[in-house]
């Protein structure tokens, strides 16, 4: 086995996967891992492989569906030209879609743009809630450029992932429900906002812990949850 030698060159041993650029290397990648005649290396770059194809189908999909809903999207072409009325502009150019390793879904960089996860969000419909939830992020980064201290910075992210779970949409009764049926139905919409707010707090590194997550988020929940621009009311 290969594992402790990490010298390159002649003395690595060849592996038995082909290079799957042809239809008949990838059947005998295929035939070989299927009766169980593929070695360790091969199996392992077997699967690296079908993760980089699968991976290439995954943001194929996500393009065309984000080419879609910049286009026909009520919410993300709203999100979009309000940005742009604060000097923004997001686009194909800089909405990406990639394979995410982490659970996330997207993210938002205020130099590189929005990521969508291609391998998490499938449905167009969830894509069209996670691309206004970046959107409602570029929009509050565009409102309030600033050099902000720690402990800003995290009111500013507290307020900026309520402002974009209550507005995305991503909350909505069914999606929740379907996932978590204890939560009540009264509260639920703010429950579901309030608490991805406090994991989205949580996971940033200047956070402490669950305790001051939740505190940030209480301070900022009254102004934030009403704030709700450039929307005039959330359309659910
Ligand atoms: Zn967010």
């Not at 500013?156 to 204890?182: D, T």
Request: proline fraction near 4%; charge should be positive; charged fraction near 30%.
């Amino acid at each position: 086995m290969a594992e402790s030698n990490e010298s390159q060159g002649p003395s690595k041993p060849a592996s038995d996967f082909e290079p799957s650029n042809t239809l008949s290397a990838r059947f005998k990648n295929f035939y070989r891992m299927a009766t169980g005649k593929m070695s360790p290396e091969g199996q392992k770059l077997y699967w690296e492989d079908a993760d980089q194809r699968y991976s290439d189908i995954d943001c194929k999909r996500c393009e065309k569906q984000r080419d879609y809903l910049l286009k026909f999207s009520p919410a993300v072409r709203y999100m979009s030209d309000n940005i742009k009325k604060l000097g923004g502009d997001l686009g194909p150019h800089n909405i990406r879609c990639r394979t995410c390793k982490t659970g996330q879904l997207g993210g938002f960089d205020h130099k590189y743009g929005i990521m969508i996860c291609a391998n998490w969000v499938e449905k167009q419909n969830m894509l069209e809630d996670v691309l206004t939830h970046e959107m409602v992020h570029a929009y509050d980064h565009l409102r309030f450029k600033t050099n902000l201290s720690p402990e800003d910075d995290l009111r500013h992210a507290a307020c900026s992932e309520i402002r974009a779970s209550n507005l995305s949409g991503e909350c909505r009764w069914s999606n929740e429900f379907f996932r978590n049926r204890v939560l009540s139905f009264t509260n639920h919409h703010q429950d579901c906002v309030r608490r991805r707010a406090i994991l989205s707090v949580r996971s940033r590194p200047n956070c402490k812990d669950d305790v001051q997550a939740a505190k940030i988020v209480n301070e900022v929940w009254d102004s934030c949850f009403r704030d709700t621009r450039p929307f005039d009311e959330i359309y659910r």
